[in-house]
């Protein structure tokens, strides 16, 4: 394995220990900790495998399923630990859950797999969520960035859903709409 896949398994495998976690009722600044360590480590493998040389579409995909499983993940512990941290963002919560399955669907149906974008919306949500999160498991407490994250994920969600409805093939990389607009 390359380090940017052993980076990729790092991260993957902190999804269920940050809810193992959770279950059962380790303090919230160590579930934070997991996880930031599993968002710095996808901020390290993407750069890792440019240096590397080793930057392909297959990489990038697995990528973009990792990094999903890490994030529902998170999503789960912070259920866990912190029992109202959704409270009054079930409409926006499930919008956002419709939209993505939704999107996945799509892009199943049209390209045989789910986009592997990477758009610039999306790092910007994961960073926020990454810190929405933290600060909730660390406080045990709700906080309004977490409904501006799951915002912030609805647009993503649709920026990606836009841009699979243009692109007219499978493209990994595409850091906006107008970005996959022009490869269209």
């Known amino acids: 394995m390359s380090a940017p896949q052993i980076l990729m398994a790092f991260r993957a495998a902190c999804a269920p220990v940050m809810f193992v976690l959770a279950c059962f009722d380790y303090p919230g600044l160590l579930i934070a900790g997991v996880l930031a360590a599993g968002f710095v480590s996808d901020m390290v493998d993407a750069r890792l495998a440019r240096r590397m040389g080793l930057l392909t579409p297959s990489l990038r995909y697995a990528d973009t399923l990792v990094d999903t499983v890490f994030y529902v993940g998170a ?96 493209s990994a990389d595409v850091p906006s709409i107008f970005h996959a607009y022009r490869r269209s």
């Open 75 to 170: 999503a789960g512990a912070l259920a866990v630990a912190v029992p109202g941290a959704f409270e009054g963002a079930g409409v926006p919560l499930v919008a956002l859950i419709t939209i993505h399955v939704s999107r996945a669907t799509f892009e199943m149906t049209k390209y045989g797999r789910i986009a592997s974008y990477h758009m610039w919306s999306a790092k910007a949500l994961g960073a926020l969520l990454t810190v929405a999160v933290a600060v909730s498991l660390a406080t045990g407490e709700s906080t309004v960035l977490l409904t501006c994250a799951i915002w912030l994920g609805i647009g993503n969600e649709l920026e990606g859903f836009a841009a699979s409805a243009i692109l007219p093939v499978w």
